[in-house]
């Protein structure tokens, strides 16, 4: 069964640093990958989709990689702002499902 | 154009009674999803509707869990009786592909069982 990991749980950076956000899993045999935002008390809001046969997807100050083989994925965010504080999760599609991560929890300090 | 529409947003039920959820999706998604998301833990999928029918059920419990999406628009996910175990947020999304795409979701139903 896939298994989704998302290191670290919560991590607090300041204003205008550049961060990294890891999801990693454990059947590379996977359709796409996809980043979420989650807020508190929403429901979750697609931010990237990365097909299995790319390497990355970018959308403005995010950048989302790749790597089937080793079972790896990072969100990249660059020059983060407080309203980028959310819950980032990760998702990855199976044959017949999508599976979460327990996502990572993100506070922007100003 | 109008996102996911659930509700209600909020509901308090006592162990053994029984809720219902509702969700619209956004106009012309065949796919609709029912998710479970536990407090601290990543969505669970309870059940997956193509047009008005089932695409997979294996997650849900239908000993207690019930879902329709009778027109192939609108659909409801029923829980009776409720357990403790069951608090959670339910959320509905939708993907406009008949296989799996970019999804949205809904903002979620917060069941707390007492």
């Known amino acids: 069964k896939q298994e989704v990991t998302q290191i670290p749980a919560a991590l607090s950076v300041p204003e205008g640093e550049n961060l990294v956000l890891n999801c990693s899993f454990t059947?590379?045999?996977?359709?796409?990958l996809q980043w979420f935002r989650q807020d508190p008390g929403k429901g979750l809001t697609s931010l990237l989709l990365?097909?299995?046969?790319?390497r990355e997807q970018t959308s403005g100050r995010l950048n989302a990689s790749l790597d089937k083989s080793s079972g790896r994925s990072t969100l990249y965010i660059a020059a983060s702002q407080p309203g980028d504080s959310a819950t980032y999760l990760c998702?990855?599609?199976?044959?017949?499902?999508?599976?979460f991560g327990t996502g990572t929890r993100l506070t922007v300090i100003p | 154009e109008a996102g996911v529409a659930q509700s209600p947003r909020y509901k308090i039920i006592e162990k053994r009674q029984s809720v219902a959820f509702w969700c619209n999706p956004i106009s012309g998604h065949a796919t609709l999803y029912w998710y479970q998301q536990i407090l601290g833990q990543g969505p669970k999928l309870l059940i997956q509707f193509q047009n008005n029918g089932v695409v997979d059920d294996s997650q849900l419990p239908k000993d207690r869990f019930s879902a329709e999406r009778l027109k192939g628009v609108d659909s409801t996910l029923k829980i009776q009786p409720a357990k403790l175990e069951d608090s959670a947020v339910y959320l509905c999304a939708s993907s406009l592909d008949v296989g799996w795409g970019t999804l949205f979701f809904g903002e979620g139903s917060r069941l707390t069982v007492l």
């Open positions: 990365i097909q299995s046969s790319q």
């Open positions: 059947d590379s045999a996977i359709y796409n």
């Open positions: 998702a990855v599609l199976g044959a017949n499902n999508l599976f």
